[in-house]
């Protein structure tokens, strides 16, 4: 295993890959992430280069869905239940190699309060429940944003050297900025509710029942009292639930592109109203309340 150059990973990716023996459990990251958040909100430097991400990959190779927890997370989501992988079901798989790189010290941003802005999966075919996949993980596109910067997680997934889905997440922390660069707030343009096809009516305990299946505690969802510590009334919805929904309302084809955009938080319990059309060879859906909170759309080849 050589050195990884300095400067972090360049536009096609990391030199070095690092593969792990066994991906860390995602509770092991997240306290791993609560630490080095705590250090980081003390800081007083948060200053940054656009070379400072760290020039390596993450693999995991042979990674199975077991099939009590699939069944657990379609019926959440409200998918149908196949042997077929939902794709937020792989990005599941997968979050724990994503996590494991952003705990790492030469990660430069904190994982704990960071703000995921928006997701895209592209996934080639089906990934059923019998195969075993490998995940390569990378972060790139470290970049200025009007509230602090913002970076994109980078998850490939194969089966047997063959690429099926590939996902970037992409994530805003507050409060720090890019040397020499910045960024002009760009305005969205002006959304009107449209005349809804339906309502999501989320209870109290969403968060809790979501971390049950994907692993994910991240307190903000499971906790009021950490909900709080971050600016929320109560708990909120988890992203990649409400994406995940969204993609089983809309429907998933043998290959695709899923791009989820999220906006503003839904607070537990609560109600938003959805609206789904048809778009080309795919579909979108809106939720709001108050607020706009997310947009999703599916487009098949």
């Keep these: 295993m050589s050195a990884p150059e300095a400067g972090g990973a360049d536009a096609a990716g990391s030199t070095l ?9 995602l509770s092991t990251s997240l306290r791993r ?18 070379f400072d991400l760290p020039a390596v990959r993450l693999a995991a ?21 196949s042997d077929d992988l939902p794709a937020g079901f ?16 030469e990660f430069p941003l904190p994982l704990l309060g ?30 200025a944003h009007h509230r602090g910067v913002s ?26 900025a890019l040397a020499g660069e910045s960024a002009e707030r760009v305005e969205r343009p002006d959304w009107r509710a449209p005349t809804p096809t339906g309502a999501w009516r989320l209870p109290a305990d969403l968060g809790r029942r979501y971390a049950a299946v994907s692993g994910d505690h991240n307190p903000i969802h499971t906790s009021t009292l950490a909900a709080k510590a971050f ?3 109560r708990t909120i919805a988890h992203g990649m639930y409400t994406a995940a929904r969204a993609l089983a309302e809309i429907g998933e084809p043998d290959a695709f592109t899923w791009h989820a955009e999220f906006f503003a938080p839904v607070v537990l319990p609560g109600t938003a109203s959805v609206r789904i059309a048809k778009e080309g060879n795919g579909g979108v859906l809106d939720a709001w309340g108050k607020r706009h909170h997310l947009h999703v759309s599916v487009t098949a080849p």
């Design 114 to 143: 960071m703000v995921h802005l928006a997701n895209t999966v592209t996934q080639r075919r089906p990934v059923r429940l019998d195969e075993a996949l490998d995940v390569e993980v990378h972060a790139e596109r470290l970049a």
């Design 231 to 233: 600016g929320f009334p």
């Design 61 to 81: 190779r042979g990674l199975a869905a077991d099939a009590v927890r699939l069944t657990a997370y379609e019926h959440l989501v409200g998918a149908t239940a």
């Design 151 to 176: 970076v994109d997680l980078v998850a490939e997934v194969s089966v047997a050297d063959e690429p099926v889905w590939r996902g970037v997440s992409t994530y805003l922390a507050k409060g720090y």
């Design 90 to 105: 792989v990005h599941v798989l997968a979050f724990p190699v994503m996590t494991a790189l952003m705990v790492r010290p």
């Design 33 to 50: 992430g609560l630490v080095a958040s705590t250090v980081a909100a003390v800081r007083h430097d948060r200053g940054l280069t656009p």
């Design 17 to 25: 890959v690092e593969e792990l023996a066994e991906v860390p459990p």
